[in-house]
């Protein structure tokens, strides 16, 4: 794996504290009636507390299927994935995935009924400490006055947001995103990483997150893992936590996401 970085990658890493989600030699792959489709090959990651940790790479190397896995929803072929030194075996309340779709919210509860939902079925709490966690959840993505709305009354902006409260109420160990601002139109995507960013500043939550734009990578992220195409391995990692959305478009910026673009499509030697 290459490292293009500021640090010195030994010496950065063995100041840290055992990752929090770590990824080793993790195999993924579909079996459908023809054959067996290997999705990602040997992938090896450490996430960290806190991290912003972006996985970048063409359409179909394997990052969603690798997020699916992390989720607990597809287990690896060969590897493992520990999150907490606890092995993952399947689905749990400390890993969310917020998806690109719209339809992701049942659209005959509101958008308070829609965030309490998950909280209340994990029974863990009583109803009068979900709902206030809820209405907070729900007034840090913005939608405060929007409680009693339902699904259809809003924007793809505003349901996203409802996704996002949703998973936040939640409190998990790792959030996890696939394209979430995907289907959003250009201004709006803008806004919704401005606002996932100080969303980040102000609860400091652990996120992985699936891109396939290289712009959307360097503001999102902390650190991005470069995949490369069919099966997806890990080609790179970049620190870029130098960037926010006022980077875009200047000349170091550009620059970054070219070195990143040509990284991403160099022929494998
Ligand atoms: N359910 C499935 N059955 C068989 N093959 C699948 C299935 N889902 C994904 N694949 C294959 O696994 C590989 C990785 O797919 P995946 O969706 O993880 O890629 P991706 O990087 O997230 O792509 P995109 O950016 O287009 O969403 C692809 O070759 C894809 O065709």
């Not at 500021?6 to 579909?30: C, F």
């Not at 979900?130 to 939608?143: F, N, P, T």
Request: glycine share 8%; aromatic share 6%; proline share 6%.
């Amino acid at each position: 794996m290459v490292l293009m970085s500021n640090l010195n990658a030994k010496g950065a890493t063995a100041a840290l504290p055992p990752a929090l989600l770590q990824v080793r030699g993790v195999t993924l792959e579909y079996a459908t009636q023809e054959r067996v489709v290997r999705a990602t090959h040997r992938i090896d990651l450490d996430v960290h507390q806190a991290d912003r940790f972006v996985l970048l790479g063409p359409s179909g190397c394997g990052k969603s299927t690798l997020l699916k896995a992390i989720a607990g929803f597809i287990p690896p072929t060969e590897g493992r994935i520990v999150l907490d030194g606890t092995p993952v075996k399947g689905p749990g309340a400390d890993r969310i995935v917020v998806f690109q779709e719209f339809d992701q919210l049942p659209p005959w509860k509101t958008v308070l009924g829609n965030v309490m939902f998950p909280l209340l079925s994990t029974r863990s709490l009583p109803r009068a400490e979900v709902r206030e966690r809820a209405q907070d959840a729900i007034a840090k993505v913005g939608l405060a006055g929007f409680e009693d709305a339902y699904p259809h009354q809003l924007s793809g902006g505003m349901k996203q947001r409802v996704a996002i409260a949703r998973a936040l109420s939640m409190k998990p160990r790792v959030l996890l995103m696939d394209e979430p601002f995907a289907a959003l139109d250009a201004l709006t995507r803008r806004k919704m990483q401005e606002e996932l960013l100080q969303l980040w500043d102000e609860v400091r939550f652990t996120l992985i997150f699936v891109t396939h734009s290289i712009e959307e990578a360097l503001v999102v992220g902390n650190r991005v893992a470069l995949l490369s195409p069919r099966p997806g391995r890990v080609k790179a990692e970049v620190n870029c936590h130098d960037w926010d959305l006022h980077s875009m478009g200047g000349e170091d910026f550009q620059s970054a996401a070219n070195r990143i673009h040509d990284t991403l499509f160099a022929e494998e030697p």
